[in-house]
């Protein structure tokens, strides 16, 4: 039996034991609790231990098949540039019966829809107001955005082991056509809520009727036009070169957009987080029907003979397979010591923790027989550094196995800790994780857990585990967030990185 397996039984095991004790000894806690402190006296005390730190930078994350997707351009003076693209398939509109744009028709617009995460603040006099959510960086200042024709076939399973689902990289380069579909300068905006499609008759120019386009909830969402021309080109003109009869034959002769930020003339800039699930390309046309087909009611008589201007449009969804692409320049950062750590999500960095002096205070807690009550390992914010996109939350876990540690395993995240806690004054200030489980079973004889290197990294929705078996730690990474923390130095004083182990003595009458 592997130490995987034996890991993952004695997890069960845990779980299940946690879960049946705390059922059956509700009712004994009280008479318990009575008769330990009416017994002995208890001598509570501190075991400082020093650990050794370091910064381990990751060179990729697997970028597809995420919950969020970045975009954006942002430069931070401790962490350096990070330029984030999207890659993503085209799927077929759901109701295609016959893809035929019909008589007279005119491409009228093509628009990229993606929505922004957003709350909506407050209505007034039926007035939304809504805040852009999961930006960081300077809202104001423009990057260029451009989107071209991809290139590179994504296919949806792992070409070494069909049985698997291919993974796509942030480091992953695609290629992509010459001429973009659109290129401008772009910034975020939250009124953003309506586009405007000017409808044409036959002859390109005569605008018959112009369509407010917007979602029930008014929510705002990122437009990008395309170029008409371009579109047509492909998509109608061409339509024999492209198989629209199914979803992978579409996909394997238009593979998809290429969506493609660089900087201006100011790095700053911003970087958002979108969720991608209703993204979508709409081509809007217009067409000649005879009067009394299945048309809109808005819909225009052009000659007084039967034969009506009828409003048409294709949604193209954005398919399964959709990837970031992670561009990092580190040349203006500032560099990491022995006094500093850096963590930051989305092919950033982590730290890693040594507990070098842990063997010898096991040792005596061992020959001492005090029991340990609490362990947490202690990280201060470098209150000095230049950066301020602290993640709210980080994690720990095994560096050396990449798996959960046993504390995430009985008892869960929320007693697991490294949430940002903040000073009196609102700024990040420390996170703290609470082991106490870990080192607790690192004093069993016999059968003690392995002393492991530890990793903290920004957290993820990913990193929980779903079931008890569970215990590897996923290769997901798409917070872009990042602290600077106090290492192991002792010039950083009483804010340099902790592990307090307290324990209790029971002193007998």
Same mark, same amino acid.
């Given at each position: 039996m592997t130490t995987k397996v034996v890991k993952a039984l004695k997890y069960a095991g845990l779980f299940s034991a946690i879960f049946f004790t705390i059922i059956s000894c509700e009712k004994e806690i009280e008479s318990i609790g009575v008769n330990l /402190?009416?017994?002995?006296?208890?001598?509570t005390n501190t075991l400082p231990t020093n650990v050794l730190t370091n910064t381990i930078n990751v060179e990729r994350v697997i &970028?597809?098949?995420?919950? %969020?997707?970045?975009?954006?351009?942002?430069?931070?003076? +401790?962490?350096? !540039?990070? #330029?984030?693209?999207?890659?993503? %398939?085209?799927?077929?509109?759901?109701?295609?019966?016959?893809? =035929?744009?019909?008589?007279?028709?005119?491409?009228?617009? /093509?628009?990229?829809?993606?929505p922004y995460q957003s709350t909506l603040d407050t209505v007034a006099n039926g007035i939304t107001d809504f805040s852009l959510d999961e930006i960081i960086g300077d809202q104001d200042v423009k990057f260029q955005l451009s989107v071209y024709e991809l290139k590179t076939f994504l296919n949806n399973l792992d070409p070494e082991d069909p049985s698997k689902l291919a993974k796509y990289y942030s480091?992953?380069?695609?290629?992509?056509?010459?001429?973009?579909?659109?290129?401008?300068?772009?910034?975020?905006?939250?009124?953003?809520?309506? &586009?405007?499609?000017?409808?044409?008759?036959?002859?390109?120019?005569?605008?018959?009727?112009?369509? @407010?386009? !917007?979602?029930?909830?008014?929510?705002?969402?990122? #437009?990008?036009?395309?170029?008409?021309?371009?579109?047509?080109?492909?998509f109608v003109n061409n339509v024999n070169d492209i198989d629209f009869s199914s979803t992978d034959g579409f996909?394997?002769?238009?593979?998809?957009?290429?969506?493609?930020?660089? +900087?201006?003339?100011?790095?700053? *800039?911003?970087?958002? *987080?979108?969720?991608?699930?209703?993204a979508k390309m709409t081509i809007y046309y217009s067409n000649d029907e005879e009067e009394g087909a299945d048309v809109d009611l808005n819909d225009n008589d052009v000659n007084g003979e039967g034969i009506v201007r009828v409003k048409q449009q294709y949604v193209f969804p954005?398919? @399964?397979?959709?990837?970031?692409?992670? +561009?990092?320049?580190?040349? =203006?950062? !500032? &560099?990491?010591?022995l006094n500093r750590l850096y963590v930051q999500g989305a092919?950033? *960095?982590?730290?890693?923790?040594?507990? /070098?002096?842990?063997?010898?205070?096991?040792?005596?807690?061992?020959?001492?027989?005090?029991?340990?009550?609490?362990?947490?390992?202690?990280?201060?914010?470098?209150?000095?550094?230049?950066? *301020?996109? &602290?993640? +709210?939350?980080?994690?720990?876990? =095994?560096?050396?196995?990449?798996?959960?540690?046993?504390?995430?395993?009985?008892?869960g995240l929320l007693a697991l800790g490294g949430v940002l806690e903040r000073d009196d004054a609102d700024e990040p200030y420390r996170y703290v994780f609470k082991i106490t489980d870990y080192i607790s079973e690192l004093?069993?004889?016999?059968?003690?857990?392995?002393?492991?290197?530890?990793?903290v990294k920004v957290? =993820?929705?990913?990193?929980?585990?779903?079931?008890? @078996?569970?215990?590897?730690?996923?290769?997901?990474?798409?917070?872009? !967030?990042?602290?600077?923390?106090?290492?192991?130095?002792?010039?950083?004083?009483d804010k340099k990185i902790q592990l307090e182990i307290s324990y209790t003595e029971i002193v007998s009458d």
């Amino acid at each position: 039996m592997t130490t995987k397996v034996v890991k993952a039984l004695k997890y069960a095991g845990l779980f299940s034991a946690i879960f049946f004790t705390i059922i059956s000894c509700e009712k004994e806690i009280e008479s318990i609790g009575v008769n330990l /402190v009416d017994n002995n006296n208890f001598n509570t005390n501190t075991l400082p231990t020093n650990v050794l730190t370091n910064t381990i930078n990751v060179e990729r994350v697997i &970028a597809n098949g995420l919950p %969020q997707f970045l975009l954006g351009v942002y430069s931070d003076p +401790e962490f350096g !540039k990070l #330029k984030a693209s999207i890659v993503t %398939q085209l799927s077929l509109p759901s109701v295609l019966d016959e893809y =035929n744009y019909g008589d007279n028709y005119i491409i009228d617009s /093509v628009i990229i829809d993606i929505p922004y995460q957003s709350t909506l603040d407050t209505v007034a006099n039926g007035i939304t107001d809504f805040s852009l959510d999961e930006i960081i960086g300077d809202q104001d200042v423009k990057f260029q955005l451009s989107v071209y024709e991809l290139k590179t076939f994504l296919n949806n399973l792992d070409p070494e082991d069909p049985s698997k689902l291919a993974k796509y990289y942030s480091d992953k380069e695609f290629s992509r056509g010459e001429t973009p579909f659109y290129s401008g300068d772009f910034k975020v905006n939250k009124t953003d809520t309506v &586009a405007y499609i000017k409808r044409y008759m036959p002859d390109a120019e005569t605008v018959y009727d112009i369509d @407010t386009i !917007k979602q029930a909830d008014l929510s705002p969402s990122i #437009k990008i036009p395309l170029d008409e021309s371009i579109i047509q080109e492909l998509f109608v003109n061409n339509v024999n070169d492209i198989d629209f009869s199914s979803t992978d034959g579409f996909q394997h002769d238009f593979r998809g957009l290429y969506i493609e930020v660089d +900087e201006l003339e100011d790095e700053e *800039s911003h970087l958002l *987080s979108l969720d991608l699930t209703n993204a979508k390309m709409t081509i809007y046309y217009s067409n000649d029907e005879e009067e009394g087909a299945d048309v809109d009611l808005n819909d225009n008589d052009v000659n007084g003979e039967g034969i009506v201007r009828v409003k048409q449009q294709y949604v193209f969804p954005f398919g @399964t397979i959709k990837s970031n692409v992670l +561009e990092r320049d580190n040349s =203006n950062s !500032k &560099a990491s010591g022995l006094n500093r750590l850096y963590v930051q999500g989305a092919a950033g *960095s982590i730290a890693t923790i040594e507990l /070098v002096e842990i063997d010898e205070n096991l040792a005596d807690l061992q020959d001492n027989n005090w029991l340990i009550t609490d362990a947490n390992l202690i990280f201060y914010v470098d209150q000095t550094a230049s950066s *301020s996109i &602290a993640p +709210e939350q980080l994690f720990i876990y =095994n560096y050396d196995d990449n798996e959960q540690l046993l504390d995430m395993m009985t008892e869960g995240l929320l007693a697991l800790g490294g949430v940002l806690e903040r000073d009196d004054a609102d700024e990040p200030y420390r996170y703290v994780f609470k082991i106490t489980d870990y080192i607790s079973e690192l004093l069993i004889e016999g059968e003690p857990l392995d002393l492991v290197t530890l990793g903290v990294k920004v957290y =993820n929705s990913t990193d929980i585990p779903i079931s008890v @078996t569970d215990n590897t730690i996923k290769d997901f990474s798409w917070d872009p !967030k990042g602290v600077v923390l106090y290492g192991h130095d002792e010039s950083a004083g009483d804010k340099k990185i902790q592990l307090e182990i307290s324990y209790t003595e029971i002193v007998s009458d």
